[in-house]
C-alpha cells in the first residue's frame, strides 16, 4: 500500500473522530458514520470503495464469503497463529471487542490468516477454542494465499510475507468496520487500545444507522 493511501486513510479517520465518537462522549451519535475510501462519480452516482468478493474456509470447514455476511456489519483483522509481535496485542483488543458485541446479531467479527500454508482449519479451529470464542460469531479464515493479500489491501491493511520480519511476515495491526454494502467505515490500531473505546462508539453508531432505516 502507497504512502499516500496511508496518509489518505489515516486523515479519514482523524475526520471521523472529529465527527463525533470520541471516547470521552457518552453519547453516540445519531449521524451516520462517513464513507472510508476512495470515491468517484460514474453516471452521477458517488461509488464508493467497497471490499471486493472473497469465499474462504472457517475453523469449523464451513465456507464463508462477504455474500454470507450481507446481513451483517463486521469487524475483520489479518493474523497468524504463530506471529511472535503484533498479532497477540491485536487479538487482545479483538477480544475486547467480542465481549463487546457478542450478543448482538448484526456484529459479526473475521479474522484472515496470512499464513494460510501453516493455518490450516485444524490448526485455526484450536487456536479459536484457546480463545473460548464462538465460531458462529467469530470466523477465523484460511484459503488461497493471493486472495487474502488482496482482500487485505482492500481493508487498507499492509501484508506480505517478509523473512526479514519476526515469523516470517510483515503486517499492520488494522482493524476494520465493514458495513452491509461492503464499504470500511471505521478502524482502530489494534496495537493501541486507546484506539478502541472510539472505534466501539464508531460500531455503535453503525447499528444505530441500520435500526434507524429498517
Avoid at 46 to 65: E, K, P
Avoid at 123 to 141: A, E, M, P
Wanted: net charge negative; charged share 25%.
Amino acid at each position: 500500500m502507497s504512502i499516500i493511501t496511508n496518509t489518505k486513510f489515516a486523515l479519514a479517520f482523524i475526520i471521523t473522530l472529529l465527527l463525533g465518537f470520541t471516547a470521552c462522549d457518552s453519547v453516540v451519535s445519531s449521524e451516520p458514520l462517513p464513507i472510508l475510501g476512495n470515491k468517484e462519480i460514474v453516471d452521477g452516482e458517488t461509488v464508493y470503495h467497497t471490499i471486493r468478493d472473497w469465499t474462504f474456509v472457517n475453523q469449523d470447514s464451513v465456507t464463508l464469503s462477504n455474500k454470507s455476511l450481507s446481513d451483517h456489519i463486521y469487524i475483520s483483522d489479518v493474523f497468524f497463529t504463530s506471529c511472535p509481535t503484533i498479532c497477540p496485542k491485536v487479538m487482545k483488543q479483538m477480544l475486547v471487542l467480542y465481549d463487546e458485541f457478542e450478543n448482538d446479531e448484526m456484529v459479526k467479527m473475521v479474522s484472515f490468516t496470512i499464513d494460510p500454508k501453516r493455518d490450516d482449519v485444524e490448526r485455526l479451529k484450536l487456536y479459536s477454542s484457546n480463545l473460548g470464542v464462538s465460531s458462529d460469531k467469530w470466523h477465523f479464515l484460511t484459503g488461497d494465499k493471493d486472495n487474502i493479500y488482496d482482500v487485505a489491501d482492500d481493508y487498507f491493511i499492509v501484508a506480505h510475507p517478509d523473512s526479514d520480519a519476526p515469523g516470517g511476515f510483515d503486517h499492520s495491526g488494522k482493524i476494520i468496520l465493514t458495513d452491509k454494502q461492503g464499504r470500511v467505515r471505521a478502524f482502530a490500531e489494534g496495537t493501541d487500545p486507546e484506539t478502541i473505546p472510539p472505534f466501539i462508539k464508531a460500531v455503535k453508531r453503525l447499528i444505530k444507522e441500520y435500526e434507524t432505516i429498517q
